[in-house]
């Protein structure tokens, strides 16, 4: 079976449509050949000097990541430059890069879809709803972020212990009354605080989301609204299996499809030790 860029493009696009992303976004085929031949897939959740270098270990035709490796245009090129070297590299070697950003979190399946499922949740809502183009079932909502109900309420600290052991994170932030009880939940992966209003809206009791700033923490504690912190990359990592997953059923097992074992969370927490030692 040959499978080319133009296919990987086709079928990204058909499930997570480049119309879902954000205007300030920039998803799509970004660097390469769309018409070569894909024969190994690097999956990751960012671009990385470690990802570039274990995509050309791995000898990677593609890197299909959900944060987009450009941003902004560029003005410059150079070997001097982290980002400029990393394209070069790329090039060199023949890598492409493809993004799938805002519009794989709106997407159904998606990065929040993947989240709830981590936590056992059943959505029931879209957290903060928009109007894209022509939705096939009229019946679901597009939009960013979910909204789920648990059978029986819960207090904030058991809920955000149950968050920390399904993410498999050694530390989460909360904010709010740890006994609190919290039976409406709403998610939104990554940087999802721009949302908190829209939670606040529709009576939710728990959001979960991560990046969380001091101001927006005491704009949820006078909205009586509890906030759990799961951070950036651990609300987003989980999409980085499921992704490589879907595109071997696409590519019926006939390319190779590797998942990034690079550890990309730029954070590291220090555990206060005894002053007596």
């Known amino acids: 079976m040959v499978f080319t860029g133009i296919q990987l493009i086709q079928e990204m696009e058909t499930f997570a449509p480049n119309q879902y992303a954000e205007e300030w976004d920039n998803v799509g085929f970004l660097i390469g050949d769309p018409e070569k031949t894909i024969q190994k897939i690097l999956v990751a959740l960012d671009v990385t000097p470690e990802v570039v270098q274990e995509a050309i270990q791995y000898q990677v035709d593609i ?3 959900h944060h987009p490796f450009l941003f902004k245009p560029i ?3 150079r070997e001097d430059d982290a980002q400029g070297k990393q394209i070069l590299a790329l090039i060199r ?3 492409g890069v493809y993004a799938a950003h805002t519009n794989l979190d709106i997407a159904f399946g998606g990065t929040n879809d993947v ?3 981590k936590l056992s949740l059943s959505p ?3 957290l903060s709803p928009m109007v894209i183009g022509d939705i096939k079932d009229p019946n679901k909502l597009i939009g960013m972020g979910r909204i789920a109900e648990l059978c029986s309420p819960v207090s904030v600290r058991s809920y955000a212990e149950h968050v920390r052991q399904c993410l498999g994170l050694k530390h989460i932030r909360v904010v709010g009354d740890l006994e609190q009880s919290v039976c409406k939940i709403a998610l939104c992966t990554g940087s999802g605080m721009g949302y908190l209003r829209d939670a606040y809206r529709q009576g939710v009791d728990l959001f979960i989301t991560g990046d969380v700033k001091y101001h ?5 504690l006078d909205w009586g609204l509890a906030v759990i912190d799961a951070g950036h990359y651990g609300t987003e990592i989980l999409i980085v299996p499921v992704l490589a997953e ?4 696409w590519t019926q097992n006939q390319v190779e499809v590797i998942e990034s074992k690079t550890h990309g969370d730029p954070f590291q927490i220090l555990e206060g030790g005894n002053k007596n030692e």
């Open 93 to 95: 070697n023949q890598i």
């Open 216 to 220: 927006e923490a005491q704009q949820a």
């Open 63 to 65: 890197i299909i990541t």
């Open 115 to 117: 989240l709830a499922s």
């Open 246 to 249: 879907l595109i071997r059923k």
């Open 124 to 126: 029931t809502e879209v």
């Open 75 to 77: 003005s410059s090129i």
